[in-house]
């Protein structure tokens, strides 16, 4: 749940790149990072992205990119949380499996909701110093729809995309996902027809699934174990704030567990549900202040504040200073460097 959690590399995309044409040493390279971490690929977040924007570099236009590696990538190598999602009843229970064994695939998480006609899958980020980049953003989305296609055998088209950047040529975004795309939002998000989560999957295997999901369902809960509930409980808390109220009960449930019990567990760790709210909007807002494409208002909605005047004063409170000199001071050193 850091900026430096290890991430290791599935050798299925070292293949891909190859059936792209592209030597993954010339990525490696690119990158300024050891080959080794093609035999031995367990990495930092910070070297993660490095990959992924020496890709997009090498590929020449984002868009371009992040469509060929999801039509490429081969089932058989999917490490075992995809295959376990490949191999689902139907493309519901494939997107729950997704989003649930994402978890153990940082830094990246995704948040999805069923609401009237639409599905929406928004794509989140567990560190708070540094989003990833645009390629990768759009390979998951792409990969998420091209996951239904596979699984049902039938052309799925979804109803909307949101990016935040900039993604290359939109048209070709726009032929594959068979919607409009929209660039420069406050989200990357994958809006899907709900209808589509009923389409049964052509490669359900319930016997691999039997086999698959407590091995993994184990991974999880070890995986889970390693954070402290403060941690959890933050990490939840920011994945909840934009534009509405968070509150101890739903982080609470989140945890599985009572109010009572999330209460005394913060306390023997030294921190209380009031400080770690505070806590994750401070770093919030800093992240989405470094984004000069998010306005002051929004940034103010996405942390949690229903006005803006409100947002201000505590922005002074933790920094000193007001939002809008904080972001002119720091977005003018990021350029320096």
Known sequence: MTSQTRIKIPAGFWTGLRQLGMNPHDVVRKASLPLTIINKPVVSTTQYFAIWRAYSDLIGDTAKGIIMLPTVFETAQYPPAVLATYHARDY?????????????????????????????????????????????????????LELGRRGTGQPIVAKHVEFSHEMGNVQILEEYFGCRIRVGANCNRLTLHRKDLDRPFVSYNAELLEILTPVLDQSLDEQKNKYSTAEKAKWMIKRSLTG??????????????????????????????????????????????????????????????????????????????????????HLGTNRIN
């Not at 997704?98 to 567990?126: A, D, F, H």
């Open 92 to 144: 519901r229970d494939a997107l729950n499996r997704m989003v649930r064994y994402k978890q153990m695939c940082p830094p990246e998480s995704l948040c999805m909701k069923e609401e009237g006609e639409n599905c929406t899958i928004e794509l989140k980020w567990l560190s708070t110093e540094e989003a990833g980049p645009p390629i990768l953003v759009g390979v998951t989305l792409a990969f998420l």
């Open 244 to 329: 509405g109220h968070t509150d101890i009960q739903t982080i609470a449930s989140e945890l599985g567990m009572s109010n009572r019990t999330l209460q005394r567990r913060l306390a023997d760790e030294g921190t209380n549900f009031k400080q770690l709210l505070t806590q994750a909007r401070h770093e919030l807002a800093r992240e989405y202040l470094a984004d000069p494409l998010l306005d002051i208002k929004e940034v103010a909605f996405l942390v949690g504040y229903e006005d803006q005047n409100s947002f201000y004063r505590a922005f002074r409170h933790w920094e000193g200073d007001t939002p809008l000199h904080w972001r002119a001071e």
